[in-house]
Each structure stands twice: as C-alpha cells, then as structure tokens.
C-alpha cells in the first residue's frame, strides 16, 4: 500500500513513521509513506499557500491552486483509491474505517491548516473526509499520522501473531480485556489465577466475559 500525504509542515511527519511497527511495513515493503510539500506545488511568489477568506473574517484559508496542482500532478503517477481531507468536521475516525481503509492500496492524505481548505478542492477532489475527534488540532498532519498508523498495522503481513489486530480494541465493538505478565505475583498482587491454568477454552471464557465488564463499565454506547 502507498500513503501519499500532502502537507505544509512536512517535517511534522518525519518521525512518525520511523520506527517500531510501521518501521518494519516499510522495510519489508508493504506500506510505502511519501509526504509532499505543497509549497513545491504553489505559483504564488515565496510560497504562499493561503489567503484571506472571502466575505470577511479572521483566518486565512488555503488556496485552491496549489491543492489542485498537486492533486494532480501525484494523479499522474498513481491512481488513488481514496482522497482523504484531515478536518474537525469530517466523519469520526473509528476502527471500522482503519479496517476498510487497509485494505485499499493507494491513499491520498491532504493536510488542512488555518481556518482549512477551500472548499472547492472538498466539492471537487476530496472523496472522504476524516475527523480523529471532537477537538481542533492546529493542523492535519497530526491526525493523518493517527490515521496512518491505524491502517498501516492493519495490512495484510504487518503484524505477526504476538501483535495480531484480532483481539484489539473495538474490533469486535468491545474493549479489550486485561493482560498480565511476569511475574505471577508483583508485590502480593497477583494475577487472576484463571490465566494461569492452562486451559485456552477457560481462558477465552474469562477474557469475553472481561471484555464485557469493560465495555459495560467504560463504553456503554458500544453495546447498543
Ligand atoms: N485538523 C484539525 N483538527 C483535526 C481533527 N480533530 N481531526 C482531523 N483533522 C484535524
């Protein structure tokens, strides 16, 4: 799979897929992340990428020429399966969409800044548009890493079994259970013995029924 992502402040992006699981997708060539300029993509002199908005009022907003520019110049070179725009009011990003989403093979990923994108490159190019929550970061780039790494672990090859996605969070519309590990017993506190019996029937008995416990307790909404 390849994430394309088209940013102002690339070098908000730099770490993010440097190390541990994504790290890894990358080396062994299943998930390919490139993060474009769009200042490279402006005829604007010095760069300039945004200006003040129509009808009045504080903020500035990005132009649709260097958007479009760069839109298309990466369409001539890939076929994306997705264009996705990074804003507060887009659809709430959930594991569902993470799960759909890692199954495409190329993604584009336009970060908003300021008061956001005109809104013609939304009308005209933009296909899905993602929230990661109801607050308002100071720009997209951050949750199109949250984004990335969400769908990045979930391609087909990146996890092995000790990392499987299957018993995540919210796969199954449940949170996970609690996990343990050595040792036994820390302090005097000690793991539920029913983990330490060896039978996997038992054991995946207990951890539903955690699962539950959790969700009832922590996300109702998910239940109903
Ligand atoms: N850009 C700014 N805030 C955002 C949010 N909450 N989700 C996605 N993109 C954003």
Redesign the pocket.
Same mark, same amino acid.
């Given at each position: 799979m390849k994430i394309d992502i088209i940013s102002v402040v690339p070098e908000l992006l730099d770490g993010p897929f440097s190390h541990s699981i994504l790290k890894r997708a990358k080396e062994k060539g299943l998930l390919e992340v490139n993060v474009y300029n769009l200042r490279k993509f402006t005829e604007y002199k010095h760069g300039q990428i945004d200006d003040y908005q129509f009808g009045g009022g504080a903020g500035m907003v990005m132009m649709p020429e260097p958007l479009a520019n760069a839109i298309e110049t990466l369409q001539k070179d890939t076929t994306y399966d997705e264009v996705i725009y990074?804003?507060?009011d !887009?659809e709430r990003f959930k594991q569902q969409t993470a799960n759909l989403l890692s199954l495409k093979n190329n993604i584009l990923i336009i970060c !908003?800044h300021y008061k956001g994108i005109d809104d013609r490159i939304r009308q005209h190019f933009v296909t899905r548009e +993602?929230? +990661? #929550?109801d607050?308002?970061?100071s #720009? !997209?780039e951050l949750?199109a890493a949250v984004v990335t790494d969400a769908i990045g672990r979930l391609i087909p090859g990146v996890l092995n079994d000790e990392t499987s996605a299957l018993t995540d969070s919210f796969q199954d519309d449940l949170l996970a259970p609690p996990v343990y590990t050595r040792p036994a017993d820390f302090r005097d506190w000690k793991v539920p013995e029913i983990l330490l019996c060896g039978d996997p029937k038992k054991i995946g008995e207990w951890r539903h029924e955690q699962s539950l416990l959790r969700t009832k307790e922590r996300r109702p909404d998910l239940l109903s």
């Open positions: 990074m804003t507060p !887009g !908003g +993602i929230s +990661i #929550g607050y308002v970061l #720009g !997209g949750a």
